[in-house]
């Protein structure tokens, strides 16, 4: 890491009030980061755009999954930079790349490259602005109440989450997308920079970089990033969190054209899309307190099966009844609301601390790119079938899959150690 190595005990070098505002900023940069200021609205507006261009919805899917690519991709180079540079410069300079990129998006032209391109770079520069790297701050100040700080920290994804997709449903009846995004670029810039001052006025130690840091981080419990990576436990969490997040995901972006489809209107998708936040937000919380507790892979193992039941209503008559829909969007919300805690938290339970940030960046990046592969193969396969029915089908297994391959993780390994 680029900053002061912390005591054994992180949660003593900070005080009580201090970790708070600490866990409130990386809340707070959440909420108007990259997942609710674009990812999260998406959806919304996938018909709108389509209809400005004259795409099919595989077209306008392109910028969601690329989105997804490039935060698969800028998520171990946050972590990467942050080892080197600090928390404090990575995130900053990410807050001010994503409203650009954004800006970018609102003046888009009729461009399919263009779409790709900007898509990219959103996702690439927002990396920073995503759990990747607002939660790689957490394990440097916390320690026995990680999974609690961690939760309440995700809480910010969930509210923004739940919001962001009413907001953009009602100011899209009173304008188009290309204002929204105009007007989002914005608000992330302001409320990001908010939430970096939160965090890192009340973590100086963040923001100085030492020349001793390098050699002092070498003798941290844990494994390299190379390490991890020669053990199956390292790809067993990448391969788990990418089929999980490209099930879960696709059906997500796709959940409000679904629901038009089924003759509900745009209004119930706009609140199943924000039902998915509220769901975010509820798996974050109790997710948090429960993994101090109880072992992280069994709790893993119930929030997937959750995801099984979400898509078990979608592909059953009941995706007919408006508060089906609903229920099942909250399902699909705790189901990948878990993955938010679940990667740092068994990152850090797994493979320490030594190359967290490096770790956690890799691992991030899988689920992400499991994001970007989702929602186009969801869009793909409605515009050759005419029906979302076979990807919710295998979404559904998927998430079976998930549930059963988390559980082979095994013990986790002494303190003090890693595990290969």
């Known amino acids: 890491m680029s900053t002061k190595v912390m005591p054994t005990s992180p949660e003593t070098s900070a005080t009580k009030s201090a970790s708070v505002w600490i866990v409130c900023g990386a809340a707070l940069g959440l909420m108007f980061g990259f997942g609710p200021m674009f990812f999260s609205v998406v959806g919304v507006f996938l018909k709108p755009m389509a209809a400005t261009f004259g795409w099919g919805r595989s077209d306008v899917a392109v910028l969601p999954m690329f989105s997804m690519v490039g935060t698969a991709l800028g998520a171990p180079v946050v972590g990467y930079l942050a080892d080197r540079l600090g928390w404090s410069k990575v995130l900053a300079g990410a807050i001010v790349l994503l409203a650009l990129s954004i800006v970018a998006l609102a003046v888009a032209p009729a461009s399919h490259v263009y779409f790709a391109i900007v898509g990219l770079l959103i996702g690439f520069f927002g990396a920073g602005t995503t759990a990747a790297g607002y939660l790689g701050v957490l394990p440097r100040v916390f320690d026995k109440r990680l999974g609690m700080a961690l939760g309440f920290a995700m809480i910010g994804t969930g509210l923004g989450g739940f919001f962001a997709p009413i907001a953009a449903n009602r100011f899209g009846a009173m304008t188009d997308w290309r204002h929204w995004f105009g007007m989002s670029a914005l608000v992330a810039l302001v409320l990001g920079t908010v939430a970096h001052r939160l965090m890192f006025r009340n973590l100086p130690a963040q923001e100085r970089v030492s020349a001793d840091v390098q050699v002092a ?13 020669k053990g199956y436990r390292f790809w067993l969490i990448a391969i788990v969190m990418f089929v999980i997040s ?32 509220a769901g975010l937000a509820i798996a974050r919380v109790g997710l948090g307190v429960v993994l101090d507790r109880v072992f992280g892979p069994f709790v893993a193992c119930i929030c997937f099966v959750v995801g099984v039941l979400g898509f078990t209503i979608f592909v059953t008559d009941a995706s007919h009844v408006p508060s089906m829909i609903l229920l099942a969007a909250l399902m699909l919300g705790i189901s990948t609301g878990s993955e938010g805690d679940l990667i740092p938290f068994l990152a850090r339970k797994y493979f320490g601390k030594r190359s967290f940030g490096a770790i956690y960046g890799c691992l991030f990046g899988a689920a992400t790119l499991g994001g970007a592969v989702g929602p186009f193969l969801y869009g793909l396969a409605f515009d050759r079938l005419g029906s979302y029915t076979l990807p919710h089908i295998v979404s559904l297994v998927a998430c079976a899959v998930g549930a059963v391959g988390v559980l082979l993780l095994g013990h986790y ?7 290969k």
Not at 248 to 275: M, N
Not at 413 to 419: F, N, Q
């Open 246 to 277: 490209g099930a879960i995901l696709g059906g997500f972006v796709h959940l409000a054209p679904f629901a038009s489809d089924r003759g509900l209107g745009r209004t119930i998708g706009a609140q199943a899309a924000g039902l998915v936040g």
């Open 217 to 229: 981080t070498s003798t941290e419990a844990g494994l390299t990033l190379g390490q991890a990576m």
């Open 413 to 419: 390994p002494k303190a003090g150690s890693g595990s």
